[in-house]
């Protein structure tokens, strides 16, 4: 019985050298077998110095010579190379039941459609930028076992001294605009090895020069192995972490612009060259290792593991740079964006703006306060909600909030209502809608704008209208971790026209774009979002509905999971509401749960599960820039018009928010998303089972 390596393309193939050897040292039995896109393989066995012959396996009969010729002699598969034929193998050894594994893994095409990553039980990846990659698409078990292009190449060059202001070309058919190029850059073409050399001859070649010139995708890894500076032809495809890099950068068509990349390029210093020590070994340990069962990694919005990108994104970011204009004012992806997110929401206008604060901030100046008016909002909300009260001359008034839900309340707003109130800011908070019913009638008997912060509440509902089109103006928030993201980014809507363009001319310094005769009509800033990240909002839109109807299965299963836990508050829908659940948030009754949320937190995260234990440390009314409200002209001038100056505190009274308090003194936030899966849930709700149950019984 002996293991089985399915060699995938003829990159795949050299790359095998040093695994094959760490093999034969440890007298492990292989057996090579290939598709056709890895062509003769001349003289494979004997450059890597393999006793093993190269089994041909394709045509259309490729899957059944696997299960009947094969697979039955294999203990286990190794696949390496991103090809059809690669994948073939890892299923059919799945479905045969044969422990696999994939060798150089997380490189593959951007997007979750693409078919050539091949299943495996253990994924072997260079390092964490990999690891991501795979981690959002394969449930198997991840191994971050060095860069494997620079095992290869060590195994076959010495360290050489570049040859100064020289270029070595290394392209799969002729290109007589690359000799044009370099004699316009003035650079000296390293003449090959001849064509029976080995490949150990070939990469000395690669390495001797100041700059590497390449259509192969293989040939920018070996460069950045060994840190040449590289330029890709027009035509090749890219190595993207090459390019993070510095050392790979790819020429525009053209004689002139290819020679302008290589002169770039040919003066840049060598970059570092990777270690390769080890590769081999931690690959062969994980091949012959029983896997032991991984901890359980949750899903984070915080990158490619909890959030929706693929391939839409790209092909949108790519049109905006194949255009050239990224900025909005000339583009059309931003206001394509804001037509189709109004369309969705229901609302007449939608303006989109830099971030969640800047939402927040055109929201306020438009409602044009004079100084020392006041505008009542919660205390728990981002810092990013109420500093723009401030910087347009207003007094944030601090509203308690329920202590289950942590929302504003209708009594709750009504008592802190004085004849300075100008504005009411309601915050959806972790997508569960406020009580619309009791705090629309209040703004409008009081003559109020309501503002709806939504950031954290895309696709809720209140009787079944969306939140954000109940007051004179929605907010809403595009950054990382929000339902759908641009990174950073906010949208501002509203049915009010005269609301609408007062907002547009904030978002753009106040100048009136499309005017007869613009001008700077008031202070205003820069809060325009850029084309890019439009583009990556208007594909992000269309998954919008499936983000947030996956957040709720995701809160009813743990809901279910942890029914009839005693001690615990589950969050619900509200009356007439339905929540979005950006966050899992329930409540822990600190008589029945001994230590209260920091002890079950404390467990939690003893277990790998993210948490937040009072979700903020402290209402935002408790920040310095409250607390010391003199040291800066920000807040210390609105209040320069307004009664509250005389009071110590000017801005609250901490004996006063005894909702705002008591609920984050109880509260655990779970940062869930879309990508969790049933198992992801099961997980997390044994885990709560299990600390409750700790902390009860001691």
Not at 95 to 107: F, K, Q, Y
Request: aromatic share 6%; glycine share 10%.
């Amino acid at each position: 019985m002996t293991l089985l390596i399915a060699v995938g393309d003829c990159f795949a193939a050299f790359l095998l050298g040093p695994v094959l050897a760490e093999l034969r040292t440890r007298a492990i039995a292989y057996r090579l077998v290939a598709g056709a896109a890895v062509g003769e393989l001349p003289g494979l066995s004997a450059e890597l110095g393999s006793a093993a012959a190269v089994h041909r396996v394709d045509g259309p009969d490729a899957a059944t010579t696997l299960a009947r010729d094969v697979l039955p002699h294999a203990t286990a598969v190794v696949t390496i190379g991103a090809s059809d034929f690669t994948r073939a193998v890892g299923q059919a050894a799945a479905t045969a039941s044969l422990r696999t594994v994939h060798l150089d893994g997380g490189l593959r095409p951007f997007g979750r459609s693409n078919p050539l990553e091949p299943p495996a039980l253990v994924h072997c990846v260079a390092g964490e930028a990999e690891r991501l990659a795979l981690a959002a698409h394969d449930a198997g078990r991840i191994v971050i076992v060095g860069d494997l292009a620079a095992a290869a190449t060590a195994a076959v060059v010495m360290a050489t001294a570049p040859t100064p202001g020289a270029a070595v070309v290394l392209e799969a058919g002729p290109a007589p605009s690359v000799d044009a190029a370099l004699a316009v850059a003035g650079i000296n073409r390293i003449a090959p090895p001849g064509p029976t050399a080995g490949a150990k001859a070939w990469i000395e070649h690669a390495v001797r020069a100041q700059l590497l010139v390449t259509d192969s995708v293989g040939w920018q890894r070996i460069a950045v192995a060994h840190g040449v500076p590289c330029v890709a032809l027009p035509n090749a495809g890219l190595l993207a972490a090459g390019v993070a890099t510095g050392l790979v950068t790819q020429a525009a068509p053209g004689t002139a612009a290819l020679a302008a990349a290589m002169r770039r390029q040919v003066g840049r210093p060598r970059g570092v060259r990777l270690d390769g020590s080890g590769v081999a070994a931690r690959i062969v340990d994980a091949v012959h290792t029983a896997p032991a069962e991984p901890a359980m990694a949750l899903p984070s919005d915080g990158d490619a593991t909890g959030r929706t990108f693929g391939n839409d994104e790209a092909a949108l970011v790519a049109l905006v740079l194949q255009r050239g204009t990224l900025n909005s004012t000339r583009g059309t992806m931003v206001t394509t964006f804001e037509q189709r997110f109004a369309q969705w929401l229901g609302s007449k206008h939608a303006i989109a703006c830099a971030s969640g604060s800047a939402a927040v901030h055109c929201a306020i100046a438009a409602l044009r306060l004079q100084p020392g008016d006041e505008v009542i909002t919660t205390p728990i909300t981002d810092m990013g909600a109420l500093t723009p009260i401030l910087y347009e001359g207003g007094v944030p008034v601090f509203a308690d909030v329920d202590p289950v839900t942590l929302n504003v309340t209708v009594d709750t707003v009504r008592a802190q209502i004085t004849d300075r109130t100008r504005a009411i800011v309601v915050t959806h908070l972790f997508g569960n809608p406020c009580d619309l019913d009791g705090l629309t009638a209040l703004a409008a008997e009081r003559g109020l704008a309501l503002v709806e912060d939504a950031a954290q509440a895309f696709g809720a509902s209140f009787r079944g209208r969306k939140v954000g089109t109940f007051g004179r103006i929605g907010t809403f928030s595009l950054q990382q971790g929000k339902h759908i993201t641009t990174g950073e980014g906010g949208i501002v809507v509203t049915d009010d026209a005269d609301v609408a363009r007062r907002v547009f001319l904030y978002v753009n310094k106040a100048w009136g774009y499309g005017d007869q005769k613009p001008d700077h009509y008031f202070p205003a800033l820069n809060y325009r979002l850029t084309e890019l990240q439009g583009a990556v909002a208007l594909a992000q839109l269309p998954k919008l509905d499936g983000v947030v109807a996956a957040r709720r299965q995701v809160a009813a299963t743990l809901q279910q999971a942890l029914a009839g836990v005693e001690g615990l508050v589950l969050p619900r829908d509200p009356a007439h509401g339905a929540h979005s659940f950006w966050k899992f948030a329930f409540h822990v009754d600190r008589t029945l749960v001994p230590g209260g949320p920091r002890a079950l937190a404390t467990k939690l995260q003893a277990a790998g599960i993210a948490c937040a234990p009072h979700y903020i440390q402290k209402p935002a009314f408790e920040c310095e820039l409250f607390r010391d409200w003199r040291a800066s002209p920000v807040t210390w001038l609105p209040l320069q018009h307004n009664p509250r100056r005389d009071r110590a505190t000017a801005m609250f009274d901490r004996d006063r928010y005894r909702g705002a308090l008591g609920g984050l003194d109880s509260v655990v936030v779970l940062p869930i998303n879309e990508r969790y899966t049933q198992r992801h849930c099961d997980h997390v709700a044994q885990a709560i089972r299990a600390a409750v149950g700790a902390l009860r019984h001691g």
